[in-house]
């Protein structure tokens, strides 16, 4: 099994719908992050938590909201989707202490229509 | 707040020669850079990374530099194979800070 694991892989919904991506982790890492990726833009930072209660914006939170349910998951929900938040979204992992070393998930393809 | 510059976007070699991918930061703070590799219908992972104590690091076909004065750093892949073939991403930050800025990423095509 992966060591962050991210559901649904791909969706497709409509604009003005609320979606949810979820991320889980085997990792036992306290720090967690979701990413944005768009072509040419690269991966931009949209929500970090450091700990369960801890939740933090990153540069592009405008549109979205996360909650942290647990040590292992985050959750990254949109609550109504526009088409320009189609886009690849990343959950990353990583430790408190030592390097700032990301283990990322597969990635989850959202298209809004 | 730092900002991470990366050329080219797209670099196109053929299998045996050097890649080499450029970038810049804006804040001299940063001390700690790494690099990700993104194959295709994955998630980054990294490959190198190096801190700002160091001038040079190496592994195998890889190494990366870094000129603080600048305000530059760069991946050099020697050899390169078309499992080369990804989109790489450098990404600066510094200590206490806890959050990595990404570069735009560059996709390199190795043809063989």
Known sequence: DADVTQTPRNRIT??????ML??????GHDR???YRQDPGL????IYYSFDVKDINKG????????????QAKFSLSLESAIPNQTALYFCATSAASGANVLTFGAGSRLTVL | GENVEQHPST???????SAVIKCTYSDSASNYFPWYKQELGKGPQLIIDIRSNVGE???????VTLNKTAKHFSLHITETQP???????CAATYTGFQKLVFGTGTRLLVSP
Do not use: N
């Open chain 1, 59 to 70: 540069e592009i939170s405008d549109g979205y909201s996360v909650s942290r349910q647990a």
């Open chain 1, 14 to 19: 409509k604009t003005g719908k609320r979606i």
């Open chain 2, 11 to 17: 670099l196109s070699v053929q299998e045996g020669d």
């Open chain 2, 83 to 89: 499992e080369d073939s990804a989109v790489y991403f």
């Open chain 1, 42 to 45: 690269g991966l931009r930072l």
């Open chain 2, 57 to 63: 690091k190496k592994d195998q076909r890889i190494a």
């Open chain 1, 32 to 34: 967690m992050y979701w």
């Open chain 1, 22 to 27: 979820e991320c889980s982790q085997t990792k």
